[in-house]
């Protein structure tokens, strides 16, 4: 997300066509789409953590896409901007939630971490999607970067998510074996 939403700025300027003044309604708008997502993220994950952050990172790599498509298109780009921010800000509360429910023993410290991994995760994002638009790939080329993290991203979630329902599913088996004593 960040690959993108660091570069809106000139986005805005440059490719959707818009004045200078036009940014912090631009930023706005994603503001908007990262309320809509962080709104919608609480009673999802409490339903289905896993699938909450596989539309989240599934919906980030199609949005992404779907912008470099499009921010030529100025009301279209402002769609894919809500967008961004709604679907970026999707995933973040299943996967908090998913690191606390792993690391019990030691919320705090695993919630301190989950934050700091995200900051990097930013700050690598950014940096990728500067390197793509210095190597002369056109400004929407940040979108694409930030679709193929999405994308990189939804994959360990995958890899993640089926590793914890087996074992989900192991304790499940182990508990209803052993009648209803406790399996640790």
């Keep these: 997300m960040f690959a993108t939403y ?5 986005l805005t300027t440059h490719v959707m066509g818009l004045e200078e003044s036009s940014v912090m309604w631009v ?14 993220a609480g009673p999802l994950t409490d339903r289905a953590p896993w699938p909450t952050a596989y539309a989240g990172l599934g919906g980030l790599a199609v949005v992404l896409v779907a912008f470099f498509f499009t921010a030529h298109i100025t009301w279209a780009a402002m769609v894919m901007v809500v967008l961004l921010g709604a679907a970026g800000f999707l995933m973040t509360a299943p996967l908090q939630t998913m690191v606390i ?18 900051n990097l995760a930013n700050a690598g994002g950014v940096w990728l999607g500067g390197v793509a638009i210095a190597s002369g790939w056109g400004w929407t080329s940040c979108a694409l ?12 979630a995958l890899s993640a998510g ?17 009648g209803r004593h406790r399996v640790p």
């Design 145 to 156: 970067v930030g679709a193929g993290l999405a994308a990189i991203g939804l994959i360990v």
């Design 6 to 10: 660091a570069y809106l700025a000139s």
């Design 162 to 178: 089926h590793r914890s329902l087996s074992e989900d599913f192991s304790v499940h088996c182990a508990r209803r074996s052993l």
């Design 101 to 118: 429910r792993f690391a019990s023993d030691a919320p705090t410290l695993a919630s301190a971490s989950n934050h700091s991994a995200f």
């Design 27 to 40: 930023l706005a708008l994603c503001g908007v789409g990262m309320t809509i997502g962080v709104a919608a």
